[in-house]
């Protein structure tokens, strides 16, 4: 049973820097594209950021491009986002995602 759990979200001003981190069980995690996304109130959920198994290449959303980045350690089996110089517009739950399956999401606020 795959299970994804993020955690490190919470309240930061703008400018400011969070780390989030989703921790993932019942699969071989090593071997799978791993995903930030999120979803702002009244909007659809978007990619933020994904990460590839093999080499680790990324890709990113335009507009977190420069100020997030993604990461994982596949030694623990986590794959976390960090995001610096965050803006209002980051203001969302953060969900982590593999092959279809998602965790329970981490709410980010940026205060203004």
């Known amino acids: 049973q795959v299970q994804l759990v993020e955690s490190g979200g919470g309240l930061v001003q703008a400018g400011g820097s969070l780390r989030l981190s989703c921790t993932a069980s019942g699969f071989a995690f090593s071997r799978y594209v791993m995903s930030w996304y999120r979803q702002a109130p009244g909007k659809e959920r978007e990619l933020v950021a994904r990460?590839?198994?093999?080499?680790?290449?990324?890709n990113y959303a335009d507009s977190v491009k420069g100020r997030f980045t993604i990461s994982r350690d596949n030694a623990k089996n986590t794959v976390y986002l960090q995001m610096n110089s965050l803006k209002p517009e980051g203001t969302a739950v953060y969900y982590c995602?593999?092959?279809?399956?998602w965790g329970q999401g981490t709410q980010v606020t940026v205060s203004s």
């Open positions: 990460i590839f198994s093999a080499g680790g290449s990324t």
């Open positions: 995602n593999t092959a279809g399956d």
